[in-house]
């Protein structure tokens, strides 16, 4: 039947069903396919914090949101487009996340009695008028599928598992999408299962015939292809883009890669996914705790190895001691911590940005370290990469942050070749007649490196207060002060070597909203939304958190006012404010998960009134 | 797939004919006079040149403890580190980098009260890397406490009313966590700490030396009962494999299992002949187990030597292995290739 | 020197007969179906009336992972606190109150790796703590990754390749840590559960038992040759004090010690009778080493039950012991007077 | 022979020598008898880092600094007027610290051919012009107590074992002192040595005697009482005082004491002095690490005790997770912090105040804490029970710095009676009815405190969040903004509970010194200087750290400049210029050694001209 087509520039898609529905499959599955076929695509994947919840449960529900558009969309979407509800749970428990007239695609086979009951519906919504805001796309999928396969020797729990390829295959149609990529990896994944494959392929299929043939469906999306820059592109989630980060950095460097970590949500991907890469040399410690992570990644840094630890808040709580021995070493370390809502164990399972006043300040005694934040999914390629070049160029612990959202969510990022990275270059000192543990680079004040193994320059470091150059133990008191303050000098004099901050708008006027991390893609399209309408706003979006970009507070003095949106309670804001001595206006989201772009709307409008 | 460090590292120089004194570098030792620290350090150095590798290869990692001084005196490399974590920092270093002998100096308190659950999943894991546990049953450098091998009812600073603790046997920890090499020292005897160093050398994986020091400041006199001439020899059994277990100023004493326990017997008046005594084996790890549960039994003699040593692959010669087996499988990595993965497309 | 506790805790009220369902919560169990720790739930619930306290009196304390929800699921008492720490946690009160009943919820990540070395030092230090090791040889809240008890080769998430580490034997653990009481359970004997965690009851002082739990999601059917019917028979060695140790499916199989190495004989040949086999006795510190060192000897069956069970003063006993004998020399303590001092003045 | 009267305000004497000649011993017994006959003292023993370096040697030297005067004296003195040398490494290592003519009482058996080597001396100092900036007094003590003791049957061994004390006459003689004290002291210590003590007496008195007689002694040290309000006094060291402050805080709750700790230098003392008081009934742990120190302290308070641990700088860190703990289930618990020079090891027998920072905001997620700083010796007593009193009050850790000055430094202490101090009344909550585990008191927010035992309130707590009230766990969004906000409202509330910070000085002027911590005495002295030269200038002395005395901004604000000297690099002033936003002057002194009244007179003085 004859469609509309409704052109837009960006919708939210969110498959959500039971845990064993295979939403996080399709709704991967729907976004590298949107990817591929030239539109820009962010994804965040919502589990349950159970293992494995009771079928059926609102506790049980998983789901996938994919934000699709013809310009970066930057967030997952702060309001969904499209619905899919495999059961009335997953119904319910996303009702509060829908648009006004959001297609709700239901699988009618997920709101039997049963389902319902669990649910806590007394009558089936799909017939009631509750959903009256929406459009309700109501399909029987089991009995669709079952229908399809028919006669086919295929077992009846195998037929049933392909609900979500319908799915799928309604929702690529409703966006206008080829099944080439599902296709082809339906193919690989079940090669040696003939009668998997086929049951998916033809679910799929007659999804979208479906969707074509259905008189609920009587428009099809049309989203223009973003202009890419030429080049390859994958998606990414963050987590994978901070592994190949230090892989990368590892090539370019030349040295080894060894990671000591202890797995903790959400970092443990980083953990598995460097442990699959011992075909490239990789290798890598899972330590008995988050102490032995760090000290073997220390012990592995101190043998020449570029090393790495990874965590999240209560594991970086744990590891502080250790970091101060890397801080006196002065030995190069790269610390990648995945933010999770705290305190203590709080929600594990969900974004924060509370750990940066622990980052830059949670050690005992003077110990500062470079500081550095993640944006995005694909950002955190660029920004672990950083990490890496300031800790080998500096012989310094380095803290990257990152936080669940971005860990766990992806976009499309356009892979670099390798030759291509900016350079990182280290050198061994390899003369011992000039050698010294604490002699430094004049110009970046770098310890000079020498490793076991290279002859001739036996000396020992350790945590003790070290004589200037010579390296010995010192406990002179001028010394103390003098080494307290160049390790500071050391650190504060990377501003030289790192960019200005870029300012995204007008370089002067009413209101600056300064962000870091995760929060990027929310203030970036209220940001873009106030300026459409015509605002005196700017945005500008902090990578070096320690030190800051020399041109920070020059940049924030052209404005009247500052605004920090921060899912914490204002934490850059209090470094701000004792920096720049200005009063800075903060935004303090402690949800659990990130803002959207329409509550940093409501706060910039209400401070420009 | 060469790195910087194979380029740096690659010289495959010969080992100089080292002597003890290159091995002492220029610094003052600064343990009190007489502490059994320097009955370890002495018998290192001796033991070094022996191993035939060039210093540049031999690490020494410590911890926070006056044992942990100990990598300023060894003139290789070293590395003073952070209380209880030196066995975890070894743990990287070796695995990073399985060409260097990796040497830990690490006590009672370091090794077995904060650097507890290191030492037991070094022990488990297998890496290579040689313990040298300065036992003297107390907190040294923080000038006096109880430490976990500190023994029921002992006087010390934090136990003015003596100590309410059972102690560690760290025998019996090692061999409950795992560890393939266990072995017991005296500092009084410098030849038997010499043999046992290189026999530990020899030995791939994790040795755990288990050292008695005597603290004359903070526990004077804690192993003198199998240290001083004319006591010690009724209080200590010599461990030597496939020999049996005599001791005794005359030998005459032996130590016999009844049922499945150890009791001493003496051999002088006929009932029992050395046939009847315990021959140590020191492949046998349940016999390793027996052994090491004789220790603080008041009836009998404390065994010194190496309880066992066996061998089992290395952790990270497996990791290394593992490596070779993949790379062997996939061919030389493409990085470019795994940054691109799978799925991706092009523009 | 009553204090506030005194008064509000001094009710000497009877305890109330109570049935299992009394300890059940009004919360949703939020485990997977078929989740081994069912298996410890209710085993739990049904034993706790024959604590014979009130429930009041009674402590869950668990740490982080899918084990340590265990101490919202029973109603008394409940702390569930962080990784690795449940045990430091219960040390800590149970010291300070040796009034109330502690049991520990943890699992072989949390108990063993992380946890390792409050595990290590709570079996030496022997405080009055039941602790329930959840070993389900895998990490399962973080969703599949290695752990301690992992076997070598064992395919997981961080492991992908295969673990390259030897596992911990918890029991040989517990055993080389000093602990008192350590026994193997299995999720599926909830009988035995019932019966084992009577005698930990009953134990005063550390009693740690290693249960094999089946993750059904990330390691499901790790113990089937131990929980299966018709397979269990010839791999497991149900111990009993006193009897000697028989298994197999019509008990005709034994262990026998070949000199201290164990080995399975066959009763049926006529070569052994049921006289040369080993006779369990839960008193003997060295057979239980030995039982322990069985685990994961292919060609021997799984020993399981208690394998030592001693009685020694428990920490906090003698805490209790020597503060009395204090205040019994120097009377009730002067407060006001300590502050003074030995040596102070009056302007 | 005739003397002078030398009337001084305050005088310094150092009682210098190798680490075996007993120079604690009689620094201590000098102090004593000072303080008992009604003279302000401020002592501080200074260690060498070896337990027992080799005889004779330069970093041998143990010294006993105690300085003396007829008022408040503050610190344990900027320059010594007396130095007791014992041999001539003690004489060399101190002579940076001497004031202009300075007393050098030397014994000259310290000055043979191997101690003047191993000194590094080529001549022996005594006999050149090297000092004739100072007065010596070489006596050969080691002669004179032999010639004393000949024919007695006293071994030679003890004999030689008595020059401290004749060292120690000799300086009692020289400031006017009785030898009562040391005499009492000496018999009861050795009631069952006779010939010790028949030795150490008689030296004590012929030092006494020889000062009397000596033609190089031409005056002796006039210093007059200082008026002390009525009461009972004796000498305390920090460390002490928090020992006893927490009895004390124990008492006044009635609840049990409970100490889980670990050794670290400068904090173990504390456990050890409460390890030697199982008569009062007080428990304790010495735990096999920090983290089980803290957690069986958490494990104590959870059952209903009062429960502190005791660590430094190293410890902290690896205590950060378990205080994120006690945040998340709001358990009282007091955090004894004694700081010692950083990072990692550090100087670990030096102070330093460089952790506040970390006090302040080294947890992962947001977990705020009280934050409160000692200022003296005496002064650590009122500041750890305050800490108490909060923890119980708001059910809330507390963290209380101190450091290795304060901590092991001593002065006279009022001791107060346990009936006197400030009341810490605890009502657990007793009716099952309306028990909630997080319902609050609407005063303080601090939530409902019952514990095991307690019949029919058995309920959970634990470090995930959790709901508002009932405490369940809870993911709920709002939930954990509101928790997360509650918190912080708790702990920002104490700040009524607290007193305002006094001024000490004029209310108003050009510069304020705002300090905090051990650095009071320093501070206060050289402001007592500066107001005495007429200078605009006020002393604020902050115990609250968090949070800060209502007071303060307002504080601030009356003065042009304010000054904030550290033992850091600026740590309070971070906080402040953050919290008032106006630009602080820093001083900062990263030495391992305390401020010298002078050195913060000179910053002073550059400011305001
Ligand atoms: C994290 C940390 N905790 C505590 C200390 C203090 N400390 C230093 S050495 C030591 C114990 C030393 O005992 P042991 O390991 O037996 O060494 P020994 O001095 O007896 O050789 C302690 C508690 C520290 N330096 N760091
Ligand atoms: C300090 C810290 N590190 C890591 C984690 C993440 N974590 C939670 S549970 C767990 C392991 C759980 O394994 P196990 O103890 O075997 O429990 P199971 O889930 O198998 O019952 C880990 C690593 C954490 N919560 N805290
Ligand atoms: S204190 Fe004891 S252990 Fe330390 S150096 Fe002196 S004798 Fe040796
Ligand atoms: S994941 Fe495994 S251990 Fe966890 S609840 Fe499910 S079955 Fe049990
Ligand atoms: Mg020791
Ligand atoms: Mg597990």
């Not at chain 1, 101060?324 to 933010?339: D, K, R, S, Y």
């Not at chain 1, 622990?358 to 470079?370: I, K, S």
């Not at chain 1, 404005?559 to 914490?568: I, Q, R, S």
Request: contains cysteine; proline residues 5%.
């Amino acid at each position: 039947m004859p469609k509309f087509i409704r052109t837009v520039e960006d919708a939210t898609i969110r498959f959500a069903g039971d845990s064993g529905d295979g939403m996080q499959l399709v709704g991967t599955q729907f976004s590298e396919t949107a990817a591929s076929t030239g539109i820009d695509v962010n994804t965040f994947p919502d589990y349950p914090s159970e293992i494995r919840a009771p079928e059926g449960t609102l506790y049980g529900v998983s789901a996938f949101q994919v934000h699709v558009g013809s310009k970066k969309v930057n967030t997952h979407g702060d309001v969904v487009d499209v619905l899919v509800a495999m059961n009335a749970s997953s119904l319910k428990v996303n009702i509060p996340r829908l648009a006004d007239k959001c297609i709700i695609i239901a699988d009618m086979s997920g709101f039997d009695t049963r389902n319902l009951k669990l649910a806590g519906y007394e009558d089936n919504p799909l017939k009631s008028q509750d959903l009256s805001n929406f459009k309700v796309v109501a399909v029987d999928i089991e009995q669709e599928v079952k229908k399809l396969l028919k006669g086919s020797n295929i077992a009846p729990k195998v037929i049933k598992k392909t609900r979500n390829f319908f799915a799928l295959g309604l929702t690529l149609w409703l966006f206008d999408r080829s099944q080439e990529h599902a296709l082809r990896w339906l193919s690989r994944r079940f090669a040696n299962e003939a009668d998997i494959l086929e049951a998916n392929t033809r679910a799929l299929q007659a999804g979208y015939d479906y969707a074509q043939n259905s008189s609920l469906l009587d428009f099809q999306y049309k989203i223009e292809h973003i202009g890419l820059e030429k080049g390859t592109y994958r998606n990414i989630s963050g987590n994978e883009a901070v592994a190949l980060a230090l892989v990368a950095a590892s090539q370019k460097s030349r040295l080894p890669l060894f990671l000591g970590s202890y797995p903790i949500t959400p970092a443990t991907d980083i953990l598995q996914y460097i442990s699959a890469l011992k075909r490239y040399g990789i290798k890598h410690l899972q330590a008995e705790d988050e102490i032995a992570g760090i000290c073997s990644a220390i012990g592995a840094a101190y043998g020449g190895n570029l090393a790495f630890t990874t965590t999240s808040g209560p594991g970086l709580s744990l590891k502080i001691e250790a970091i101060g021995l890397a801080v006196m070493t002065e030995l190069p370390l790269v610390i990648i911590n995945v933010q999770r809502a705290g305190p203590s164990t709080g929600l594990p399972t969900k974004p924060e940005q509370s750990d940066l006043l622990q980052a830059m300040y949670g050690r005992h005694g003077e110990a500062p370290l470079p500081v550095i934040a993640a944006r995005s999914a694909a950002d955190c390629f660029d920004s672990a990469y950083e990490g890496a070049r300031l800790a080998l160029k500096y012989m310094t612990p380095v803290i990257v942050l990152t936080d669940g959202y971005i860990a766990q969510g992806s976009e499309p990022w356009k892979v670099p070749l390798i030759a291509e990275l900016p350079d990182i270059t280290v050198k061994f000192h390899d003369d011992p007649a000039t050698f010294q543990p604490y002699k430094r680079d004049p110009e970046t004040l770098a310890r000079m490196w020498a490793i076991p193994g290279m002859q001739g320059m036996e000396h020992r470091i350790g945590g003790l207060e070290k004589q200037d150059i010579k390296g010995n133990v010192s406990h002179d008191p001028l010394n103390h002060q003098k080494m307290t303050e160049l390790r500071k000098a050391k650190i504060d004099g990377i501003a030289s070597d790192i960019p200005d901050a870029k300012i995204l708008g007008p370089d002067q006027g009413k209101l600056l909203v300064l962000g870091w991390g995760s929060t990027y893609g929310a203030i970036r399209n209220a940001a873009d939304i106030m300026q459409n309408e015509g605002h005196q706003i700017s945005h500008v979006h902090l990578r070096h958190l320690h030190p800051f970009p020399e041109n920070l507070g020059t940049l924030m003095d052209r404005f009247e006012e500052v605004l920090v949106p921060e899912m914490n309670l204002g934490q850059l804001q209090i470094i701000l404010q004792s920096r720049y001595l200005r009063k800075v206006e903060g935004l303090h989201k402690v949800q659990g998960n990130p803002f959207t772009a329409s509550e940093i709307v409501e706060k910039i409008s209400s401070m420009l009134h | 797939m060469k790195t910087l460090l194979d380029e740096i590292l690659q010289t495959t120089q010969s080992v100089p004919a080292y002597e003890a004194k290159d091995f002492k570098p220029d610094v003052d030792v600064r343990w009190c006079a007489g502490c059994g620290a320097f009955s370890v350090l002495s018998p290192v150095q001796r033991f070094l040149p022996n191993l035939n590798l060039p210093k540049e290869k031999i690490v020494f990692i410590s911890g926070i403890g006056c044992s942990g001084r100990f990598s300023y005196y060894v003139d290789t490399y070293g590395f003073h580190s952070i209380h209880g974590r030196p066995i975890a920092i070894a743990t990287g270093l070796k695995i990073a980098r399985p060409d260097l002998s990796v040497w830990i100096a690490t006590g009672d308190g370091d090794c077995m009260s904060i650097g507890g659950n290191h030492m037991i999943h070094a022990a488990r894991r297998n890496t290579d890397l040689n313990i040298m546990l300065f036992n003297n049953e107390v907190y040294s450098l923080t000038k006096g406490q109880a430490s976990p091998t500190s023994h029921p009812g002992q006087i010390t600073k934090s136990s003015p009313l003596g100590s309410l603790e059972d102690a560690f046997n760290p025998a019996s920890l090692a061999l409950g966590s795992g560890a393939p090499f266990v072995a017991r020292g005296i500092d009084k005897d410098r030849q038997m700490m010499q043999d046992l160093f290189e026999k530990a050398a020899k030995h791939k994986g994790f040795a755990f030396m288990e050292i008695y020091t005597n603290c004359v400041i903070f526990n004077d006199g804690a192993f003198e009962e199998y240290t001083r001439k004319g006591i010690r020899e009724d209080h200590t059994l010599m461990l030597e494999h496939g020999k049996p277990m005599l001791f005794g100023k005359e030998m005459d004493k032996g130590v016999r299992l009844d049922g499945y326990t150890p009791v001493v017997v003496n051999l002088r008046d006929g009932e029992y002949s050395e046939n009847d005594v315990l021959v140590h084996n020191e492949k046998d790890s349940t016999l390793a187990f027996i052994l090491a549960n004789m220790t603080y039994h008041e009836s009998l003699p404390r065994p010194i030597g190496v309880f066992l040593d066996l061998e089992r692959p290395s952790y990270e010669s497996r990791v290394e292995a593992q490596i070779n087996a993949e790379i062997e499988k996939y061919g030389e990595p493409d990085f470019d290739g795994l940054l691109k993965g799978k799925s991706f497309w092009t523009v």
